[in-house]
């Protein structure tokens, strides 16, 4: 399974930015996705998720409002649409694909390179 990430840059606070995830090598629809962020110096964390089983979607508070999740069955993408970003959403994203949803980051079986998204004050 290879995933590559696209869409990052840099935007003004307040903007948006569609960040896209395509996936290769296996059955799509077998896996769930997640996107995972490295803030400056900082740890990765979880940032959404949504679910091969029942589409069901997850997101950490910060983004809850701000960020969307989808899945493209026949493009085999995953897309995180970040609407009113601030500067404290600077970060690498990465996209992931595993069996679950969930938060740690260890039951992701394969990861993205990453894309920079970078937001100016």
């Known amino acids: 399974v290879q995933l590559v990430e696209s869409g990052g840059g840099l935007v003004q606070a307040g903007g948006s930015l569609r960040l896209s995830c395509k996936f290769s090598?296996?059955?799509?629809?077998?896996?769930?996705l997640g996107w995972f962020r490295r803030p400056p110096e900082k740890e990765r964390e979880f940032v959404s998720g949504?679910?091969?089983?029942?589409?069901?979607?997850h997101y950490i508070a910060a983004v809850r409002d701000r960020f969307t999740i989808s899945r493209d069955n026949d493009a085999n993408t995953v897309y995180l649409q970040m609407n009113n970003l601030r500067p404290d959403d600077t970060a690498v994203y990465y996209c992931?694909?595993?069996?679950?949803?969930?938060?740690?980051?260890?039951?992701?079986?394969?990861w993205g390179q990453g894309t920079q998204v970078t937001v100016s004050s």
């Open positions: 090598g296996g059955t799509f629809t077998s896996y769930s």
């Open positions: 949504i679910s091969w089983r029942d589409g069901g979607t």
């Open positions: 992931a694909a595993g069996p679950v949803v969930e938060t740690t980051g260890r039951q992701w079986n394969f």
